[in-house]
């Protein structure tokens, strides 16, 4: 254990060197205003606004910090905690040992989020039911609303139904570590796939079509050889071959 800590003190000074300014991401949907409070009170408060995702570009709002600047900005905002603000993926592990958040990997980042959502199971959707925050309800119910935009299909009405029982639950209730909730198996059944609704659409139109030449009266088509009923009776004899044959 003191030789993986004393690692990634090292890695960690390392980076310092290299990078005196770390890049801080948002992949949501809103703005978010983060306050650098000035160490000892001294100074006038920074404020900055790390802009959402741009769905034209594929591009995350980001802005850069100092070291500094990251551990002031942990002390006053639960933006790292909660998954509201990334880093870059090959930077996380020391970066999250840096700020002494030991669980960074179970974080609700935006693509955990969209995960929860488009492929639920019971323990995912437990996730959403033990929600006690509204920012953080707020982000499944944008993350959601974005998906169905793109494809109502995304979304299935029971997960759908789940995040607003909880968002009204985290709004009106007093005691937001309760919940009234109670998550069944068919809670957790996935919505159906545009290539299988496309599968689904192909086959009931043969069907109609199957159905209509019935009904209007139109001749099955001829079975086939191994299909076809011998009728009972005599068998009529084949011909004799020729002589030379």
């Known amino acids: 254990m003191a030789t993986k800590e004393k690692t ?19 992949y949501g949907d809103s703005p978010i205003v983060i306050t ?10 920074k404020g900055m606004t790390v802009e959402p995702f741009d769905y034209n570009t594929g591009i995350p709002g980001f802005v850069k910090l100092t070291w500094q600047e990251l551990q002031a900005v942990h002390e006053t905002c639960p933006v790292f905690r909660n998954g509201m603000l990334e880093f870059e993926e090959e930077f996380r592990e020391p970066l999250y040992y840096f700020l002494r958040i030991s669980d960074w990997e179970n974080l609700l980042f935006r693509h955990n989020i969209e995960d929860i959502i488009k492929n639920p199971t019971l323990e995912k959707l437990q996730r959403i039911v033990a929600l006690t ?37 985290l709004q009106n209730s007093t005691n937001r570590s309760q919940s009234s909730i109670v998550l069944t198996p068919k809670d957790a059944e996935r919505p159906i796939s545009q290539e299988e609704a496309s599968s689904m659409k192909e086959q009931m139109a043969k069907m109609e079509a199957m159905i209509a030449a019935l009904q209007a009266g139109q001749t099955p088509a001829p079975a086939t050889a191994a299909e076809a009923t011998p009728t009972k009776g005599k068998t009529k004899k084949a011909p004799a071959k020729s002589a030379g044959v």
Not at 10 to 23: D, T
Not at 36 to 45: H, N, V
């Open 36 to 45: 650098i409070k000035e160490r000892g009170g001294f100074g006038a408060d």
């Open 133 to 169: 925050s509204v920012s953080q309800i707020h982000r499944f119910r944008s993350c959601m609303l974005q998906l169905m935009n793109e494809d109502e299909r995304n979304v299935s009405s029971k997960v759908e139904r789940v995040i607003n029982m909880r968002f009204k639950e």
């Open 8 to 26: 990634m003190r090292e890695v960690i000074e390392e980076l310092k060197k290299e990078y005196e300014l770390i890049k801080v991401m948002n």
